[in-house]
């Protein structure tokens, strides 16, 4: 299976002291260690990591520092890395469960991966259809 990573799983990915490190930390091992399965991520997933964590984690003050983090993560990840353009337009119709700003991300990132034929990996549970990254 390959998967589309969310904002929510990023973050959780680079930062350690993030609640659900751990938990990201080992799933990601655990896929590296497949066969077959590739993480993808978008320009949405990036620049919502880049933005997340200059405005939340005190040890990052710029947008260098996150995006330098954001590339080591990826550079972790190598062969198994797919960078997907987002080729879909945000001005469409939303789902019926997308009824409030904080849904129009995770709808648009749900649809970009089935187009494509990927599971939107996420922590987040209210996103009918996404695959939620196991707790271990």
Same mark, same amino acid.
């Given at each position: 299976?390959?998967?589309?990573?969310?904002?929510?799983?990023?973050?959780?990915?680079?930062? %350690?002291?993030?609640?659900?490190?751990?938990?990201?930390?080992?799933?990601?091992?655990?896929?590296?260690?497949? =066969? #077959? +399965?590739?993480?993808?991520?978008n320009p949405i997933g990036?620049?919502?990591?880049?933005?997340?964590?200059?405005?939340?984690?005190?040890?990052?003050?710029?947008?260098?520092? #996150?995006?330098?983090?954001?590339?080591?993560?990826?550079?972790?990840?190598?062969? &198994?890395?797919?960078?997907?353009?987002?080729?879909?337009?945000? $001005?469409? =119709?939303?789902?019926?469960? $997308?009824?409030?700003?904080?849904?129009? %991300?995770?709808?648009?990132?749900?649809?970009?991966?089935? &187009?494509?034929?990927?599971?939107?990996?996420?922590? +987040? %549970?209210?996103?009918?259809? #996404?695959?939620?990254?196991? =707790?271990?």
């Amino acid at each position: 299976m390959n998967f589309l990573l969310d904002v929510n799983a990023l973050v959780a990915w680079g930062w %350690t002291d993030h609640q659900h490190h751990l938990r990201m930390d080992h799933w990601m091992s655990s896929l590296l260690t497949s =066969e #077959a +399965d590739l993480v993808f991520t978008n320009p949405i997933g990036e620049l919502g990591f880049v933005r997340v964590s200059v405005l939340r984690n005190p040890k990052v003050t710029d947008v260098r520092t #996150a995006g330098s983090k954001l590339a080591e993560l990826l550079k972790f990840v190598g062969p &198994k890395h797919r960078f997907l353009p987002d080729d879909l337009s945000s $001005c469409r =119709e939303f789902p019926d469960w $997308c009824t409030h700003a904080k849904h129009t %991300t995770d709808s648009h990132l749900l649809a970009l991966a089935q &187009k494509h034929k990927l599971q939107l990996a996420t922590l +987040d %549970t209210g996103i009918p259809g #996404a695959f939620v990254i196991p =707790e271990f």
